[in-house]
T-cell receptor
Framework: KQEVTQIPAALSVPEGENLVLNCSFTDSAIYNLQWFRQDPGKGLTSLLLIQSSQREQTSGRLNASLDKSSGRSTLYIAASQPGDSATYLCVLGGGADGLTFGKGTHLIIQP | EPEVTQTPSHQVTQMGQEVILRCVPISNHLYFYWYRQILGQKVEFLVSFYNNEISEKSEIFDDQFSVERPDGSNFTLKIRSTKLEDSAMYFC???????????????FGPGTRLTVL
């Protein structure tokens, strides 16, 4: 059974810093890996999707990498802003049986 | 931009009662999903639905749960006899059709918070 672990569980940094969120998974047989953002009272928003054949994806200040062989992914956030405060979820896609979620990293960016 | 909607945003019910959670997926999407998130825990897959039938379901999705697409727009999750442990946030999601649906992202609704007393 696929297990997804995210480190750290919580992170608080001053505005403007670059930061890295880590994700590890136990089964490398994945279709894709996504990073989602979860805001209180709102739904889950996909930030980046990396197909299993890809190594990384970039969107604005966000960059996500995927190393299937080691079962790791990182989400890099450049020049963090208070609006980046949210819970970031590492999510694996494995077919029609839905997504497998990590527990998330709760990120606070201090103004 | 099209979005998935869910109603109600918060449902309070007594243990043993039936509840129906409603979702309107994005109109051209064909795969639908339900997930739940118990407070403080991970989001968990419940069921996927395609072509008017269940495609996959998790071990959480037992006989107390059912899903239905009663018309061309709504997608519902029914819990027949709610238990205290059913208290959670329930998310609906949909994804557009491709040969491999898992290569697409899933679009999530804002969730329904279910509280069972």
């Amino acid at each position: 059974k696929q297990e997804v672990t995210q480190i750290p569980a919580a992170l608080s940094v001053p505005e403007g810093e670059n930061l890295v969120l880590n994700c590890s998974f136990t089964d490398s047989a994945i279709y894709n890996l996504q990073w989602f953002r979860q805001d209180p009272g709102k739904g889950l928003t996909s930030l980046l999707l990396i197909q299993s054949s890809q190594r990384e994806q970039t969107s604005g200040r966000l960059n996500a990498s995927l190393d299937k062989s080691s079962g790791r992914s990182t989400l890099y956030i450049a020049a963090s802003q208070p609006g980046d405060s949210a819970t970031y979820l590492c999510v694996l896609g494995g077919g029609a049986d839905g997504l497998t979620f990590g527990k998330g990293t709760h990120l606070i960016i201090q103004p | 931009e099209p979005e998935v909607t869910q109603t109600p945003s918060h449902q309070v019910t007594q243990m043993g009662q039936e509840v129906i959670l409603r979702c309107v997926p994005i109109s051209n999407h064909l795969y639908f999903y339900w997930y739940r998130q118990i407070l403080g825990q991970k989001v968990e897959f419940l069921v996927s639905f395609y072509n008017n039938e269940i495609s996959e379901k998790s071990e959480i999705f037992d006989d107390q749960f059912s899903v239905e697409r009663p018309d061309g727009s709504n997608f519902t999750l029914k819990i027949r006899s709610t238990k205290l442990e059913d208290s959670a946030m329930y998310f609906c999601a949909s994804t557009p059709w491709t040969v491999q649906p898992s290569t697409d992202t899933q679009y999530f609704g804002p969730g329904t918070r279910l509280t069972v007393l």
